[in-house]
């Protein structure tokens, strides 16, 4: 196929059957030199970026390029979760090996359209490029209205700190992926999702966003211990951690190998779950309304105080999760 | 460094010392979740995405990577002024090599900024990854009023097809830098330039896209030979190229190498010119406002016409253009 070709192919993948909240709003998309979007008059605009690369974010033996492609979307669309924005368009920039890289493209594309779909983000535009390795690049567009547009700065002393989910389930997944026969049932499937095809808290944090009583938000998608450490760092508070919430399949996988759960937890990261701070006399409400509304638990896991040190179990907590240029890094995916 | 801290000097290195138009309207910036905007309330927002990869759209010995950063901007910027768009904003995801990957980051990030300065766009956001290869995607978001928007749709027959600058510069700059002692002079110097440091015609396209003569509008960027063709797709026409405007340093390049300069300038590439259609009737006096304002010519290639063909010396023309995935496709920047 052409280039010109590929894109038609990709065109068609991306039909929608049904019109989407919003999606008449895009008045040109894949096709042209650039896509063309009325904003919304009343909101102001959010984007992201995330870039996932073969080998370093995902390997071909653990992975699907259609797992990944939903991944990079689940990783970009988290980002608008953590302003508490709804998702309005996407653009994707995907390298491909020369080898068969229509199918390449065309698979990636499958778990891109999933996604779009499930999120109801159009995809407007994107680039074609040859390169050894896959490499997806995904930038969204959200619109939040300036009111409810949480940041990392703005939580105070005596905030609690809590997760819209447990976690350490993406980081479960990636054992099981490398380690298929440590465990079957329930929970090594929901560690498999979570690792391959990762939920990004859209309405989670649309709703989180819309309350007075957030004070800040991000999503936790490096690990407990470096998100927490960041959103400190932001609201010029220290935090003391009481607690980390684990995912069943976490504990049950850490057990397995012999590892603390609650460092899964801690270290694990692409979780996508939020890290929200609350007044401390409004979290009770606020979860309760949050259970009632997702039929699952606001979960705390400590409090901000004065100061700038993180603490667990009574020390200083090191720095546990991911970081892409550290000396040392762990391989992700790998 | 960690990623933290790379993060800082990127933010250091893009700090501008002079307010922009515009600039106050980015609400958030880098270092959060996401970037915040404020869309203008009577334009529409543009979009696009722009991918370079190493050994494929440039190498090592023949750019530097602040020139490749340089022209993964500018070449997302010229869909912007395809489109007749001004420049908002920009998200940046590198990946790069895990070796001295501080260093490659801040030299990418020189080329970019210098980009960002001249064109006035803000860098809002990012990603940063390891590959083994280094691959940077630009997308940019710009702004346009809508009833200035150009897209490729819109030439009707007997309009003029016209380009904004002479075509093939680029590709001379190509050859000059993996043959440096084919020529000297000024030719040379401005070969090289369009190679390493292109000009997205932004005010051009501004300029351009507020006629209502001008009735379609693309940028240059695989060759004129594939780039009308995809005018003429879009617009549901053929064409005759009666001239190809070829720039001076790709006219005595052409010559050194014994080849065709017409042949340079169709199927080059890469020049970021762009490629317009004008109503016959107003191509006279749209052309000599142009050169007032710009001080140089908008240069009649040819004219659309009833049918699908493109001619050119009497004859169908070939695709000559460069396709990212087209079998034997040549390796740019190679």
Not at 86 to 101: E, M
Not at 107 to 135: K, P
Not at 162 to 186: H, K, Y
Request: aromatic fraction near 4%; charged fraction near 25%.
């Amino acid at each position: 196929m052409t280039e010109d070709e590929i894109v038609k192919a990709i065109a068609a993948l991306l039909c929608h059957p049904e019109p989407v909240e919003g999606r008449h709003r895009i008045l040109l998309g894949i096709g042209d030199d650039a896509a063309l979007w009325q904003p919304s008059r009343s909101h102001r605009s959010v984007i992201s970026t995330d870039m996932l690369v073969e080998g370093v974010h995902f390997r071909r033996e653990t992975m699907s390029l259609e797992d990944a492609g939903w991944r990079a979307m689940a990783a970009a669309l988290s980002d608008l979760a953590a302003m508490g924005a709804r998702p309005v368009l996407a653009t994707v920039a995907l390298g491909v090996p020369a080898a068969k890289a229509d199918a390449q493209i065309v698979e990636l594309y499958r778990g891109i359209a999933a996604a779009a779909r499930r999120f109801e983000i159009t995809i407007a535009g994107g680039d074609l490029s040859r390169c050894d390795l896959v490499t997806i690049s995904v930038t969204v567009v959200g619109e939040v209205s300036n009111s409810r547009a949480k940041t990392r700065a703005g939580g105070g002393p005596g905030d609690v700190l809590a997760v819209t989910g447990a976690l350490g389930a993406a980081r479960a997944g990636l054992e099981l992926a490398n380690q298929p026969r440590l465990m079957e049932g329930a929970n090594k499937d929901a560690a498999l999702q979570a690792f391959r095809r990762p939920t990004p808290r859209i309405a989670e944090g649309r709703f989180l966003g819309a309350s007075a009583n957030v004070t800040s938000m991000m999503d936790c998608s490096d690990g407990l211990s470096t998100d927490a450490r960041r959103l400190c760092a932001a609201s010029g508070c220290g935090a003391v951690l009481e607690a980390v919430a684990v995912a069943d399949s976490a504990r049950e996988v850490a057990q397995r190998l012999g590892e603390d759960p609650e460092r899964f937890a801690l270290a694990g990261g692409e979780d996508f779950e939020l890290l929200v701070t609350v007044r401390a006399r409004a979290f009770r409400y606020l979860a309760g309304r949050y259970e009632k509304r997702f039929n699952k638990k606001l979960l705390r896991v400590g409090a901000l105080r004065k100061g700038r040190d993180l603490e667990w179990r009574g020390a200083p907590l090191d720095r546990l999760g991911w970081d892409h240029f550290a000396e040392g890094a762990p391989r992700r995916g790998g």
